[in-house]
């Protein structure tokens, strides 16, 4: 699996979210097409449902994400949105392009890439990519919360439902 994969599937969480009206919109938008992404990537990778609970939880700072699969997951979700470059790393284009395609203006794609590419540099490590994306999503997850961009799970969730 690519480097730096995970925190593009968070980007797609997140985008749009500082605008009321558009951003829950976009969330709609977004939540809708990651679950069908993420449902694809739980039988390509034969995952279970744990995965889920832990992106319904992933917005509460509290929470550790301790799953190394839902990093597995999110690498493969941002393959299947075309979020990477050839090196597995973020493609800046591409993540600001499908922030602004989900209702996000200009500056807040454009912050969200930022965010995102920061903390890519803080988590260079090696080792596990899964268990690497995961330090990232959570860097990540502190940069929107500081930002106060962070999306209302339960909103997600019923609007989520209401597509399926």
């Not at 925190?7 to 605008?19: D, N, P, Y």
């Not at 949105?81 to 499908?98: I, K, P, S, V, W």
Request: with cysteine.
């Amino acid at each position: 699996m690519g480097r730096n994969n995970v925190f593009f599937a968070l980007v797609l969480i997140a985008v749009g979210v500082r605008e009321i009206a558009p951003s829950k919109d976009a969330m709609k938008y977004i939540t809708s097409g990651f679950v069908k992404v993420l449902e694809e990537c739980k039988h390509d990778l034969n995952m279970n449902d744990q995965i889920l609970a832990d992106l319904y939880h992933y917005w509460k700072l509290d929470y550790a994400l301790l799953s190394r699969d839902t990093g597995c997951a999110i690498i493969c979700m941002s393959k299947k949105l075309d979020l990477l470059d050839t090196n597995g790393r973020m493609h800046h284009g591409n993540a600001q392009e499908f922030a602004m395609k989900h209702g996000a203006g200009d500056d807040v794609a454009s912050k969200i890439v930022s965010i995102i590419h920061e903390c890519e540099k803080k988590f260079e490590r090696d080792d596990d990519e899964c268990l690497r994306v995961l330090d990232v999503a959570k860097c990540f997850r502190s940069g929107i919360h500081e930002l106060d961009w962070q999306p209302n799970v339960e909103v997600i969730v019923s609007e989520v439902l209401t597509e399926i």
